[in-house]
Nanobody, 125 residues
Framework: QVQLVESGGGLVQAGGSLRLSCVASGRTFGYTMGWFRQAPGKEREFVAGISRNNGNTGYADSVKGRFTISRDNAKNTAYLQMNSLKSEDTAVYYC???????????????????WGQGTQVTVSS
């Protein structure tokens, strides 16, 4: 079992920045991590992912160049640095864990085994 707890969400003006954190517990932090988001009335979508050895990252086209995913394995924590935020980034952001041992980042939600409760990000224009 893996427990994931997100934090760092909030209200920010367009053009601003936020950093989300996801602390994992319950299992050695050697698995691929992903960030997803879900806006009202929309499906959950992939934002970014990082492999368990930090070697591979992946981003949705909509956030490339603005968001950066990273991890600190010593702290069992994954991060999502979000810069140049836009109103369309408003959503609930979820972190997720893929514990199957894959070294590649998957963009499909069904590839992830555990999920956090989500943190709200609201960008005002």
């Amino acid at each position: 079992q893996v427990q994931l707890v997100e934090s760092g969400g909030g209200l920010v003006q367009a053009g601003g920045s936020l950093r989300l954190s996801c602390v994992a517990s319950g299992r050695t932090f050697g698995y691929t991590m992903g960030w997803f988001r879900q806006a009202p009335g929309k499906e959950r979508e992939f934002v970014a992912g990082i492999s368990r050895n930090n070697g591979n990252t992946g981003y949705a086209d909509s956030v490339k160049g603005r968001f950066t995913i990273s991890r600190d394995n010593a702290k069992n924590t994954a991060y999502l640095q979000m810069n140049s935020l836009k109103s369309e980034d408003t959503a609930v952001y979820y972190c997720a864990a893929d514990v199957t041992g894959r070294m590649v980042v998957r963009a499909q939600a069904q590839q992830y085994d555990y999920w956090g409760q989500g943190t709200q990000v609201t960008v005002s224009s």
